[in-house]
């Protein structure tokens, strides 16, 4: 029984150290709601979608490596109470695995404004149907309109 929780707990850490270095190597080429990670930022735009599987990979892969080597030493050093202590083990994992949303959220909204374009690229944006065109400039605190007269 021992050694069958010691797999058990090591299935989430495996799993995301797995998907870390697959992400890293081959990431989803596009967007798509099957497969990858999945959230309306990181569906945004191609850009957003590339950098979210990017860094979400990294987070996984090292996320997976420190919860795999705490979670086998924690279950070599309280091999007592190994059944309790290996619920709060995958309780654990499983909020890291959530949490670990978080930080590539945060990185996706500093590097990208709400539409999906990266801050500080420049780019001129024309709406259809409107007169205006919007250029996003790097040394523009903002964006700057500019009436069209037909």
């Known amino acids: 029984m021992y050694i069958f929780l010691i797999i ?11 998907f870390g270095a697959l992400w890293k190597k081959y990431p989803p080429q596009s967007t798509n709601w099957v497969y990858g990670y999945r959230t309306k ?6 850009e ?14 090292y996320s997976g490596i420190i919860l795999l080597t705490i979670s086998l030493i924690v279950m070599l050093l309280f091999r007592k ?5 290996s619920t709060w083990i995958i309780y654990i994992q499983l909020a890291v695995m959530m949490l670990s949303i978080i ?14 374009t990266e801050r500080g690229s420049k780019e ?19 964006k700057i309109d500019i009436d069209i007269k037909k």
């Open 103 to 116: 930080p590539t959220e945060i990185v996706l909204r500093k590097r990208f404004d709400k539409n999906g």
């Open 48 to 61: 957003t979608w590339e950098f979210a599987h990017a860094y979400h990979a990294k987070v996984w892969f």
């Open 8 to 18: 058990m707990n090591s299935l989430i850490p495996i799993t995301m150290l797995g």
């Open 81 to 85: 109470n190994y059944e309790q202590i």
């Open 41 to 46: 930022m990181s569906m945004k735009s191609k």
């Open 124 to 142: 001129i944006i024309f709406k259809e149907g409107t007169n205006r065109i919007k250029f996003l400039g790097r040394k523009a605190k903002g």
